[in-house]
């Protein structure tokens, strides 16, 4: 049946299965790209997008429970928080082959619209649920620190 | 892998700029963007700029280098980018001796061409054993002098000056009030003579621009804002998506299937059988697998493997109290240990593991009657072409494979059958002309196959009266990466399969006399080289043997391995280095943790590490990694940087959890909720130092992988007197 989903301030609207995850309606069938799958089954974080702003795994997530919510993909990020990661990633080099890198920049995004002075603790909490077999977690911390920094210089995240 | 026994082989290295030059559009540049394949901003606007005037763009001046009259040097990258950095570190090793503005450089994979693009180590277009920079360096340089003595030799043309008066600095030529940039001397530059390569004369390292510096950033971008295009994300008009219903043991076949109830669901187009399963077709990846989960199958499993992963481990420990195949011998080791009055005896146990890389294996194949074309990141890029071609019975030259980024490698994605490459192509050859995308999921991929084979080693030495070893015997059971390959050839000698025994054979320490045997185990799991081969288990085995041996003599590990390195200038410095700033033997340690060195050479570079861990209980963790590496020049310290904190967090992963076992021959393990990988909350702090060098440059991918497993038990044998001989490392 028809469901209508708000991605990144725009409706859509598209005929699948309420039960299909919203990781496969937004690749295979809005072709926003930039959410990988990585599991299936919510372990990995590479599928993580925002509801409501808050980092969800979409891999898990069925269509008809997303109806009605704001969705955020990594195509639509825009906050200041976000282009703060965003630079920092790309400052600190952090990606290396980048396939769990979208889900580890909406983590970190979403952690940093939350608290904008995370310790260690707060960055293993929020991204242990991202996996990088490439082990960029080094850097993705690095870049944690670095863009709080900035966020907080420019006086916040919102 | 062991580079120089592929360098026996190997063609002569050479510089292809004798080639006539000609005007070209970049092909795969143009069919990406008509793909929808996102390209770079600079390649973007170029693609864009050919689209809308038709126009010739790229000016190839060799087969690495082109130029556009717009300014953009692109340069053809023929290794598969995985993360390791090839797309930046080969392309400054092009813009160094062109001398071109880093910021205009874009890069792009080559096409297959195993004439233009052999890794030049390996004498196939491929990527692998860590080669990428030692097989390419000079190549590439020679590249970009070329294409700049081109740029010069047009500009002296058209300003009608001596040659050798003009300058070049990043992208600008320039004689007095004369200047061009690159791009304005594209056209008339591509039409002179490429020089030949002797004639070439090329930087020395203090004229060093770009190697070395900090400040070449990553070309393979798009990877922080969801731009950058895996395989998983190639779109083709009409594509469908593909999964296949595998057995669940290998080696099992297909007896019958019924397919009714998953036609009948709502987006599936077709199912059949493929010799590796039954294919569910459908609209989109969630159709297809809901329609595989209606599948009725009947396997035959007369010919599948059904023993236990337990059951071969207890094979192999028997197998390593026996004698085995002679891979090495060096003076009468048995016959010292026999009669030794002091001996030291330990027994090594490691499992199978998956690569477990995050995009699971997948390729999108579209046959158009004889005519293939694929698009995945594609590894093994001669090897799965003439597998391709033979499939369908064709010519390698009418399969075309677009190479796009891979989320992950570690080996995998260059499979010496080209599994899931010929799966995808039997699949899409059963609907001609349109393109199948075949996925699998994270449960396919780890059940799939393919994986580090597990082995069992005994290794065995006679002491002096100083604790010194007088003999060492090395036994390895397991299975062959390489048999049935088609590197069979070039890797075993004899029935010794060399990644077996790799970092055993070739004993870095001084022991007079030495042995290592082999037993190779006939086993229907499919195994496969994973980041760093045989050296992921060697380098454990050797390292925490030599360790067991100085502390049984009493001595500090570092100053036990250097006595026995006086003869091995580089690992004793690498040693040293790592030991200096770990502040091994001075740095004081909390109560409770231990710390622990492992050194070893692989892949032509060498690295030392030292942990330290916090202990409680049955727990532990690795708190913190000093490495030391000697790659020969560094070409990109930050991406080396990189790679060795990988390179630990890879092999730490398998020191701590990583453990893939089968029960019945069916493996016990699917997905990350019961194979446990390393996350941030386990990672260590990891400092890198790089020992400056001006040798040509050596690996760096996979070094810093097989000493970390051994440093973590060295560091727990330190901190609680027990030697741990098996992976997973476990203290209770």
Redo the contacts between chains.
């Keep these: 049946m028809p469901y209508t989903l708000s991605i990144n301030g725009q409706q859509h609207e598209l005929d699948?299965?309420g039960d299909?995850?919203l990781l496969?309606a937004v690749?295979?069938?809005l072709?926003?790209?930039?959410?990988?799958?990585?599991?299936?089954?919510a372990?990995?974080g590479?599928c993580t997008l925002h509801i409501d702003g808050v980092a969800t795994r979409s891999c898990v997530l069925p269509v008809a429970d997303a109806v009605g919510k704001a969705i955020t993909?990594?195509?639509g990020?825009g906050s200041p928080a976000a282009q703060a990661?965003?630079s920092a990633?790309?400052e600190l080099?952090?990606?290396?082959?980048?396939?769990?890198?979208?889900g580890q920049?909406m983590s970190a995004t979403a952690l940093l619209e939350q608290n904008d002075t995370p310790t260690d603790a707060d960055?293993?909490?929020a991204?242990?649920?991202?996996?990088?077999?490439?082990?960029?977690?080094?850097?993705?911390?690095a870049g944690i620190k670095m863009a709080a920094s900035q966020i907080r210089n420019a006086g916040g995240a919102a | 892998m062991n580079i120089n026994r592929f360098a026996r082989n190997k063609q002569q290295p050479g510089v292809d700029t004798g080639r006539r030059n000609f005007l070209k559009v970049a092909a795969t540049g143009s069919a990406g963007f008509t793909l929808g394949i996102s390209l770079s901003a600079g390649a973007q606007a170029q693609a864009q700029a050919t689209t809308a005037s038709g126009a010739v763009n790229a000016l190839e001046y060799n087969a690495f280098v082109s130029i556009t009259p717009e300014n953009v040097v692109r340069i053809y990258i023929k290794h598969l980018e995985m993360g390791q950095g090839v797309y930046t570190g080969l392309a400054t090793c092009v813009a160094e001796e062109l001398d071109a503005d880093w910021q205009q450089i874009v890069c792009e994979h080559a096409p297959v061409d195993t004439a233009k693009y052999a890794n030049l180590l390996m004498g196939q277009q491929g990527t692998g054993g860590s080669t990428a920079m030692a097989n390419s360096f000079m190549q590439l340089r020679r590249a970009g002098a070329a294409a700049k003595a081109m740029l010069v030799s047009a500009a002296a043309q058209r300003w009608q000056v001596p040659i050798d008066e003009i300058r070049v600095n990043e992208g600008v030529v320039s004689h007095g009030s004369h200047r061009a940039t690159f791009g304005e001397l594209a056209v008339e530059a591509s039409r002179q003579t490429p020089p030949a390569t002797d004639a070439l004369v090329l930087k020395t390292p203090a004229q060093f621009r770009l190697i070395g510096s900090e400040n070449t950033l990553r070309k393979d971008t798009g990877k922080q804002d969801g731009t950058a295009i895996y395989t998983q994300d190639v779109q083709v008009p009409g594509m469908l998506t593909a999964v296949v219903a595998h057995a669940p043991r290998f080696g099992a076949r297909v007896r019958s299937f019924d397919a009714s109830a998953a036609l009948a669901r709502r987006g599936v187009r077709q199912v059949f059988e493929i010799d590796t399963g039954i294919a569910v077709v459908a609209d989109d990846y969630w159709s297809a697998t809901k329609g595989r989960e209606l599948l009725q199958i009947e396997w035959d499993e007369s010919s599948a493997e059904t023993r236990s992963s337990d059951t071969l481990l207890q094979q192999y420990r028997n197998l390593v109290e026996t004698e085995g195949a002679i891979a090495e011998q060096h003076g009468n080791a048995v016959d010292t240990l026999a009669s030794a009055n002091d001996k030291v005896e330990l027994v090594f146990e490691f499992p199978y593991l998956a690569h477990a890389q995050m995009e699971p294996v997948n390729c999108v194949a579209r046959i158009s009657g004889n005519s293939a074309e694929l698009w995945y990141g594609c590894q093994s890029a001669t090897g799965d072409q003439a597998a391709i071609a033979q499939l369908l019975g064709t010519r390698p030259q009418d399969v075309k494979i677009h190479t796009v980024f891979a989320g992950g490698g570690f080996g995998r994605r260059a499979n010496p059958k080209a599994d899931y490459v010929l799966e995808a192509v039997n699949i899409a050859r059963q609907l001609p002309d349109t393109p199948v995308k075949l996925v699998w999921s994270r449960e396919d991929d780890m059940q799939g196959g393919f994986y580090r084979p597990a082995y069992a080693h005994k290794l065995s030495a006679a002491l002096d009266d100083q604790g010194k070893p007088l003999a060492f015997q090395a036994r390895i059971a397991g299975q062959s990466i390489m048999a049935g390959t088609s590197m069979a050839a070039m890797m075993v000698n004899n029935g010794i399969d060399n990644t077996s025994v790799e970092g055993l054979t070739e004993f870095s320490y001084e022991v007079p006399e030495r042995q290592v045997e082999l037993h190779t185990t006939d086993v229907g799991v499919p195994v496969q080289w994973w980041r760093s081969v045989g050296h992921t288990h060697t380098a454990f085995s050797k390292e925490v043997f030599i360790n067991a041996l100085a502390r049984k003599a009493g001595m500090d590990p570092v100053a036990y391995r250097l006595s026995l390195l006086t003869h091995n200038p580089r690992e004793t410095a690498v040693l040293k280095l790592a030991a200096e700033k770990a502040g091994w033997g001075s740095r004081e340690l909390p109560a409770g943790w231990g710390r622990g060195v492992a050194v070893h050479t692989s892949f032509g570079s060498t690295v030392a590490e030292i942990a330290e861990v916090s202990v409680q209980g049955n727990n532990f963790k690795v708190e913190r990694v000093v490495a030391a590496i000697d790659c020969g020049i560094a070409v990109n310290p930050s991406i080396i940087r990189a790679q060795v904190e990988g390179a630990i967090a890879y092999g730490l992963s398998a020191a701590l959890q990583d453990e893939l076992t089968l029960s019945e021959g069916v493996v016990d393990q699917s997905n990350f909720h019961n194979y446990q990988v390393l996350r941030m909350n386990a990672m260590p702090v990891v400092e890198t130092h790089i020992l400056a060098s001006t040798n040509a440059p050596s690996g760096v991918g996979e070094p810093g992988t097989p000493p970390i497993a051994a440093a973590v038990a060295n560091a727990l044998a330190d901190a609680t007197g027990n030697t741990l001989t098996r992976l997973p490392l476990r203290l209770s």
């Excluded at chain 1, 072709?31 to 089954?41: P, Y």
């Excluded at chain 1, 952090?94 to 396939?99: A, I, R």
């Excluded at chain 1, 242990?128 to 911390?141: A, D, E, H, L, V």
Aim: aromatic residues 10%; charged residues 15%; proline residues 5%.
């Design positions: 699948v299965d299909m995850p496969w690749r295979d069938h072709h926003f790209t930039g959410t990988k799958f990585g599991c299936g089954m372990q990995c590479a993909t990594i195509e990020l990661v965003q990633w790309v080099q952090v990606p290396q082959c980048g396939y769990c890198q979208s920049v960055i293993d909490a991204m242990s649920g991202n996996i990088c077999r490439c082990g960029t977690y080094p850097r993705i911390k």
